[in-house]
């Protein structure tokens, strides 16, 4: 990869977007991984305004901490970026009062949930700064196994590492000068009270995916742990493609509009 080029583009692109939107700059979560840190710095090169948001929900210690690192890293080394710290735990126990208990009882509802809360005070800190929500999604979760919350961190205005797997994301981050604390971590939503990671959740690791979306071979010659990848794939791509597919409209016959 030409990483001095790739950066250089997505820059150009971002500082391009913003001025024909005429904002001032962006927001973006920062979660603690990878993916959200890249994205935050980036944002930062463009010398436009970048605001970060820590958005806390009983976090772990370790994530809370990572977040926290990489803000201050960037503030030091970039004087356009601004942060606030929302600690959005009692507001999530507010809706779990609210909620019905079989509601609350339902792990994923309550995870998704946690995403979507912070993706309504993105958009508050947005609109509020005059700035566009950066989504920090990469290709393997935005286009190949859905790996992410529809109107939760799917809600965003733009997505500058789309384009890239994680391997590309990672390999870009070391080169860019990310803090190796986040390097080296397990990828994770952190959508749960505990710490399971992606691959626990999906059953495969993020270079496994990358191999699985690109494979168009003879599956007879297969290894057993290959078979499973791509089954594991094709079953997250397929179930999650409600995700990746534009919001299915009602067509009304023009004879029944006359």
Known sequence: MHLN??????????????DKAKVS????????????????????KTN?????????????TKEFQRANDHIEDLKNRFPNVISFEINLTD??????KDFASYVVSNQLAMANS????????LYAYGQANNCLVVGTGNKVEDFGVG?????????????????????????????????????????????????????????????ELEWAMNFDQNESELSERETEVLKIYRRLNNSNRHKMEPIPVCKIPLQYLS
């Open 48 to 60: 436009k305004k970048v605001i970060l948001l820590s958005m806390p929900i009983r976090q772990t």
């Open 114 to 121: 946690r995403a979507r809360l912070r993706m309504l005070t």
């Open 91 to 96: 507001s999530f126990a507010q809706l779990e």
């Open 147 to 207: 790996f992410y919350t529809k109107y939760g961190d799917g809600g965003v205005d733009i997505s500058p590492i789309a384009d890239l797997t994680k391997s590309q994301v990672w390999e870009l981050a070391k080169y860019l000068g990310v803090i190796n604390s986040i390097i080296i971590a397990k990828p994770t939503d952190g959508l749960f009270e505990d710490e399971r990671s992606d691959e626990d959740q999906i059953g495969a690791t993020y270079p």
């Open 25 to 44: 700059g962006f927001v973006i979560g920062v979660s603690g991984g990878v993916d959200s840190a890249l994205t935050s710095l980036l944002c930062a």
């Open 5 to 18: 080029k790739i950066s250089e583009h997505i820059v150009n692109w971002l500082s391009d977007y913003c």
